[in-house]
């Protein structure tokens, strides 16, 4: 007897249109930024693993070398590219050079992030220009130079990766939780303006993922956390590249502006 499945197998065979079944990415030039991250890393799989052609950004040297040797060792091909996503003048530099050797970026993920967590009033002014440059004004100088070639192309996905902490606020995180609210007012205001040109602009709000930058957080304190967690448990990296691979897919054209907690119920707006 023929299963519903393979019915579904012949239709897709026999489908004379060639339309790729919804689920078979189209290869598109994509750029990670913070690829090397525990987030990041993922990211770059998951679409490596759609068919993309995967580029990131670094800017030590040595951990990236590493990164894309035990990548290469997992099969993975992925182009690195030395950037200051901080820094503008060398964010359009790099983002000119990843367009001359792999064709134009038309995948955008918004992925690099640091924190410098204190209580305010012992923050530094260095503590909050760090976070705010890294975080926010990176988002700026690598989707401005990038936008020309999905404008070009009328084809775009622009994915912010926010935090739970954006919506929430957190203790200790002024500045972070400053940087990654206005990221998601940028996706906002962004995805407004290039909405009839084919281009998404979303956000992506985790909230505890299981990275190093959470187990920088003292024990006491990351514990708390976690029991305040309804699934029982820190995210995955992959938690959130599964909901950011859905969002570049081409059947995603109609979700513009959201932005998608992927939090363990840790916090719903
Ligand atoms: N709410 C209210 N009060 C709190 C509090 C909280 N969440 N946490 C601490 N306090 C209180 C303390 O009880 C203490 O009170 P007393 O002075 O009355 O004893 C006072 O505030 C000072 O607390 P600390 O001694 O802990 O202050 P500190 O300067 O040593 O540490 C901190 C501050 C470094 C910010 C520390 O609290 C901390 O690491 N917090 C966690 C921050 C966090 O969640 N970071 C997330 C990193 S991961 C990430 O950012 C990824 C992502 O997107 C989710």
Request: net charge neutral.
């Amino acid at each position: 007897m023929t299963t519903a499945v393979q019915k579904a197998q012949t239709v897709q065979q026999n489908n004379e249109t060639n339309t790729p079944p919804a689920t078979q990415a189209v290869p598109r030039v994509c750029l990670v930024t913070g690829g090397t991250g525990g987030i990041g890393t993922e990211i770059c799989k998951r679409l490596a693993r759609a068919g993309h052609v995967v580029a990131t950004t670094y800017r030590n040297e040595e951990k990236a070398k590493a990164w894309k040797a035990q990548l290469a060792a997992e099969g993975y091909t992925l182009h690195i590219y030395k950037c200051d996503v901080a820094d503008f003048e060398d964010s359009q530099r790099a983002v000119k050079a990843i367009v001359a050797d792999l064709g134009p970026i038309t995948v955008l993920v918004n992925s690099a992030g640091i924190t410098r967590d204190t209580t305010l009033r012992k923050m530094s002014h260095d503590q909050w220009r760090e976070v705010i440059s890294n975080n926010l004004d990176s988002v700026f100088n690598i989707t401005r130079p990038v936008l020309d070639y999905m404008l070009e192309n009328n084809f775009g996905r622009i994915v912010n990766i926010s935090s739970i902490n954006g919506q929430k606020g957190q203790f200790g995180q002024a500045n972070y939780s400053a940087a990654k609210a206005g990221m998601h007012g940028f996706t906002k205001a962004l995805a407004q303006e290039v909405a009839k040109k084919g281009i998404t602009v979303n956000t992506v709000s985790p909230g505890y993922i299981d990275t190093d930058m959470i187990q920088g957080v003292p024990e006491p304190i990351r514990l708390g956390i976690m029991s305040q967690i309804p699934v029982g448990r820190f995210g995955k990296p992959e938690d959130v590249a599964h909901v950011v691979s859905f969002l570049v897919e081409e059947g995603s054209g109609f979700i513009t502006g959201a932005n998608i907690a992927t939090n363990g119920g840790h916090f719903m707006d």
